[in-house]
Every structure is written in structure tokens, then in C-alpha cells.
């Protein structure tokens, strides 16, 4: 069966220090992977996605990065972050052969900067 | 690009009333309306979905509606018990869309 996993599951950071939030997904092939942000008390804002290697599509611009250097791992990056990137981020996957199958989440990272 | 508005944003039920919540789309051509259930510090979790072939679909005391014409889709929950109680989205998809599009979000409270 298929497993996401998404790390650190919590996380407070300084403004203006960096970060790295890594997924990855098991048990399936060439999955379409996604990031979502979740301000508190806010809905899911898609900030990119990716339907393959190296293949990444942004939806808001920021000044947050995302890159997928293999096929079932997906990273969301900052050089500097900014107070407002205070938030629950959460990594999902759907299976890449089908653009309507279900999307599934990891548990999250509520990242809080300071 | 498609965009999805849910409402209402709080609702508050007697233990063993009904809710119902309540989403509408703007793209004609999308036809996969999932909804997610979310507890506290939670993950979203998909508890029904529906595909446009189709205009109801049920799952013990959750079914979800769809009305195409109209652009609406609607969750609802039956026999509410306080575990029902949860912050839950809605969404949409196109069929050449890789993007699965989020309503605002309905934060249920059912009173025991």
C-alpha cells in the first residue's frame, strides 16, 4: 500500500533563517505531488505541485521554493523566511495516471517562525 | 481557473441533527468534487467523494449531492454524534487539471 511521509512535524525557526521540508511518498510510481499551506484557522492553499522530476508548477508567488529531485520525494525550500510563512504545511499525493484519483496527505509540518 | 466557495464557515448542531454544508464551483468542466474531514492538528482526511456521472452518493450517515447545472455540491451528515465535530473542505477538479481546488473550509461543532 501506498505511505506518505512528511518531516519535521514541527518546527520553529528565526525570521530570515532558512528551510528545508522534505516528502516522500512509497508504493507508487510517478506520483503528481503537491504542497499546501494552512494559515491557522485558514483553508488549503495550494502553493506548487509536480507531475514529474524536475517538473515543478507554482501557484503563489512568495518566496518559497519547491524542487523534486527524485521521483517520490518532494521538497518545499526558503533561503529567508519571513513571518508570514507561519503555517501548517502539508505535502499530498495522487497517483500520476489519472488527473481525478483521491489525494492523500502527509501529517504536516506546523512551522512557526519567530 | 476553477474556484470554490463553501459556506457556512461555523455550524453548530444538537447531537443527532443533521448537517448539512454546502459548496459551489465555477468551472463547468470540472467533475471530481471530493470532501475532507479535519481535526484538530490533524491531516485532512477524504471521507466521500463524488464524480460528475453521478448525482448522490452515500456512505452510512454521510452522502454528498451534486447538482450540475447549478454548480453545487453538498455534504450531508446524519445522526451527527460529537466525533463528527471537525473542520471540513470541499474541493473540485477539472478533468485535464492536476490542481484539486479547496473551499474555505466548515468548522462543525455538534453539541452532546
Known amino acids: 500500500s501506498q505511505t506518505i511521509h512528511q518531516w519535521p512535524a514541527t518546527l520553529v525557526q528565526p525570521v530570515g533563517s532558512p528551510l528545508s521540508l522534505e516528502c516522500t511518498v512509497e508504493?507508487?510510481?510517478?506520483?503528481?505531488l503537491y504542497w499546501y499551506r494552512q494559515a491557522a484557522g485558514r483553508g488549503l492553499q495550494l502553493l506548487f505541485y509536480?507531475?514529474?522530476?524536475?517538473?515543478i508548477s507554482s501557484e503563489v508567488p512568495q518566496n518559497l521554493s519547491a524542487s523534486r529531485p527524485q521521483d517520490r520525494q518532494f521538497i518545499l525550500s526558503s533561503k529567508k523566511l519571513l513571518l508570514s510563512d507561519s503555517g501548517f504545511y502539508l505535502c499530498?499525493?495522487?497517483?500520476?495516471?489519472?488527473?481525478?484519483?483521491?489525494?492523500?496527505f502527509g501529517s504536516g509540518t506546523q512551522l512557526s517562525v519567530l | 481557473g476553477e474556484n470554490v466557495e463553501q459556506h457556512p464557515s461555523t455550524l453548530s448542531v444538537q447531537e443527532g441533527d443533521s448537517a448539512v454544508i454546502k459548496c459551489t464551483y465555477s468551472?463547468?468542466?470540472?467533475?471530481?468534487f471530493p470532501w475532507y474531514k479535519q481535526e484538530l492538528g490533524k491531516r485532512p482526511q477524504l471521507i466521500i467523494d463524488i464524480r460528475s456521472n453521478v448525482g448522490e452518493k452515500k456512505d452510512q450517515r454521510i452522502a454528498v449531492t451534486l447538482n450540475k447545472t447549478a454548480k453545487h455540491f453538498s455534504l450531508h451528515i446524519t445522526e451527527t454524534q460529537p466525533e463528527d465535530s471537525a473542520v471540513y473542505f470541499c474541493a473540485a477538479s477539472g478533468p485535464s487539471s492536476y490542481k484539486l481546488i479547496f473551499g474555505s473550509g466548515t468548522r462543525l461543532l455538534v453539541r452532546p
Open positions: 499530498a499525493w495522487r497517483e500520476g495516471i489519472a488527473t481525478n484519483e483521491k489525494l492523500f
Open positions: 468551472d463547468s468542466a470540472s467533475n471530481y
Open positions: 508504493g507508487t510510481s510517478n506520483p503528481n
Open positions: 509536480s507531475v514529474g522530476i524536475g517538473q
